[in-house]
Nanobody, 127 residues
Framework: QVQLVESGGGLVQPGGSLRLSCAAS????????IGWFRQAPGKEREGVIC???????????DSVKGRFTISRTNANNAKNTVYLQMNSLRPEDTAVYYC?????????????????WGQGTQVTVSS
């Protein structure tokens, strides 16, 4: 059974950090492009950051550049997990965060056309 499970969300003060995890079962994450998306209340889901499966190239939206990073665990990705490190968090980062996986294409992108999705984890940035 193919499954993605996010974890690591929570409540954090502005300027704080969180690390989200995206663990896969039923397939090997290294063979897929991985994207992190978020959806804030009343807004459409948006792509935030992604990592490509072959060359590891990464793409970001401007608002998270220099603050968010995406990584696989190690060269062999034995834990079959992708991480989203979020630093210098802002109230506008508050949203449900989803990871997603896609096999096709030469590089990742931030469009919503991914094949597998997790259930989401809530991130709230507030004092």
């Amino acid at each position: 059974q193919v499954q993605l499970v996010e974890s690591g969300g929570g409540l954090v003060q502005p300027g704080g950090s969180l690390r989200l995890s995206c663990a896969a079962s039923g397939f090997t994450l290294d063979n897929y492009h991985i994207g992190w998306f978020r959806q804030a209340p009343g807004k459409e889901r948006e792509g935030v950051i992604c990592i490509s499966r072959r060359d590891g190239s990464r793409y970001y939206i401007d608002s998270v550049k220099g603050r968010f990073t995406i990584s696989r665990t190690n060269a062999n990705n034995a834990k079959n997990t992708v991480y989203l490190q979020m630093n210098s968090l802002r109230p506008e980062d508050t949203a449900v965060y989803y990871c997603a996986a896609r096999r096709y294409g030469s590089i990742c992108d931030l469009h919503n056309d991914y094949d597998y999705w997790g259930q989401g984890t809530q991130v709230t940035v507030s004092s």
